[in-house]
């Protein structure tokens, strides 16, 4: 196979995991930089921007929990899409993706309810309630878990893709429950105040750390993702090869 | 509890978790690299890396 037919022309042509290995080989190390680079400047603001008039200094924890609730929600709808794309187009990397994505959203949903934890302590006086914002939010992370349980206890890789594809699909009605919740019912958890309809409702003091925070967030978790998706096509690579030594090994006694 | 106590509780437990998901994924790959390299030396290779004059499996 020639360098020239692994160039990526189509999203289809990323089918490949042998193209996919060459661009994440290529993708990786600059994605690890830029999120570097970006974290760096978020925490730098986080920490010299000014605190709020009411809650002080404690405003500073906004700038991991939001990102991390952000991203807890963006790594479901990623691992959505890569389940229509298991079930619909057979798409051999989207069961990967799904794969690699669960155990990220489970820690940045870990990262959101331990940060909101510590927040809610200080300012609500509490560290939980089951309001629904964050009842929606804990059955996230159980679901996370879930997942993850469900893949590593079946033994076929596209059995357990076609299940899990479908139980993510199922669990996908949480995603809007998660995001409309401090509207539809009356709860402890602020309502929105960044994404709106008119617009952010937050200083642009706030602003300003929280988005480059968001960014820094979202850079890593593509940077792990396709790093861990790397990860299981050389894991199944390595089973595949295991599987035809044993057969080898078989036909020569 | 001051409210700096929560302050640096949250960015050291996000620290936590986000080093561990980076070391994880890190000792993963170069794990699963090692045992490429380990089937290669075997002399177990894919369809497609094998030279035109290897013998089929």
Redesign the interface.
Known sequence: ?SDNSLAITKLSDLANP?RFLALAARLIPWLACLTAVAFAVGLYLSFTTEGDYQQ???V??MY??VP?AWLSMMCYTVMAVSAIGTLVWRHPLADVSARCAA??GA?FT??AL??GS??G??MWGTWWVWDARLTSVFILFLMYLGLIALNRSMDDPSKAARVGAVLILVGFVNIPIIKFSVEWWNTLHQPASVIRMDGPTIDAEFLRPLLVMAVAFTL?FFT?HI??M??EI??R??N???R??A??AGREQ | MGHAFYIYTAYGLTTLIVAALVAWTWLDGRARQRELAALDAAGIRRRSARSPGETKA
Do not use: F, S
């Open positions: 196979m042998t002080g200094e404690t500073r924890i991991v929990h991390a155990p990220l820690a870990l990262i331990i940060t510590l927040w302590k200080p890593l792990l790093a861990a790397r990860n050389w894991r690579r390595v595949a090869q295991r035809l030594a057969r080898m």
